[in-house]
């Protein structure tokens, strides 16, 4: 397998998760920058994922999408970097379980609240997020026993879900709890955090200025 990773991106999409996650593993990748509307609803880039949507990555003949998935993924691609506990060991099943939980309940129910569909209370038990606030009540004890989900030890799942947290606090679909922006603010002071910003936000389309 060749050992060259492609990373597929927009700077104002679920990318950024991706992104950081690069960064944090430290090893080369290549960027490909796609546009919404054209070069990412392309054949080219269709063959990489039908739905059109990013990120992706590829890496030799292997084709990653979802964030979680690609954090996940690159976690367990370079062990050496320890972004997951090992198989065998206790911490893995709350890694597995806090990383999925904020792309399943967590992302339902924050989009649900941001488009006025969330599940009606008669309703509550067909969704797998059940109700808005039972999830936020989970989702901030995940970040409360511990500085990270897996306790002293920053994982992937910190790069997914502090992700979804600072976007919910930055959009106000998710309360702003101290647990919640303590959490946030520990991860976006993190080195590989901070470069990955400041290389999505050089790739951020310019704003032409207006005449006067």
């Known amino acids: ?16 998760i991706a992104r950081w996650m690069l960064e944090e593993v430290g090893e080369p ?23 059109g949507k990013v ?19 690159l976690a367990d691609l370079f062990p050496e970097k320890e972004l997951a506990p090992p198989p065998s060991h206790p911490l893995r099943g709350p890694y597995y379980r806090w990383m ?14 941001s488009l006025g569909l969330l599940a009606p209370e008669d309703k509550a038990a067909m969704a797998g997020y059940g109700t808005f606030d039972a999830t936020m009540m989970a989702l901030e004890r995940a970040v409360s026993l511990g500085d990270y989900i897996c306790g002293d030890q920053f994982t992937a799942a910190d790069v997914y879900v502090g992700s ?21 603010a520990r991860l976006q002071s993190r080195p590989a955090a901070i470069r990955a910003r400041e290389l999505d936000d050089a790739a951020m389309p310019k704003q032409e200025e207006q005449p006067a």
């Not at 397998?1 to 492609?6: E, G, H, L, R, V």
């Not at 990748?29 to 994922?49: F, Q, R, S």
């Not at 990653?64 to 690609?70: D, H, L």
């Not at 999925?100 to 609240?113: H, I, N």
Request: hydrophobic share 40%; net charge negative.
């Open 164 to 184: 979804q947290i600072g976007w919910g606090l930055m959009f106000g679909t998710i309360d702003k709890r101290a647990s919640f922006t303590d959490y946030v």
């Open 100 to 113: 999925f939980f904020a792309a399943g309940p967590v992302e339902a129910a924050v989009t649900g609240k």
């Open 55 to 73: 990120p992706a990555i590829k890496h030799g003949d292997t084709v990653v999408t979802e964030a979680a998935a690609i954090c996940a993924y």
């Open 29 to 51: 990748y290549e960027t490909v920058l796609l546009d919404y509307g054209t070069t990412m609803k392309g054949p080219e880039y269709l063959a990489i994922n039908p739905m």
């Open 1 to 16: 397998m060749s050992d060259t990773i492609t990373f597929y991106t927009n700077p104002m999409s679920r990318g950024r």
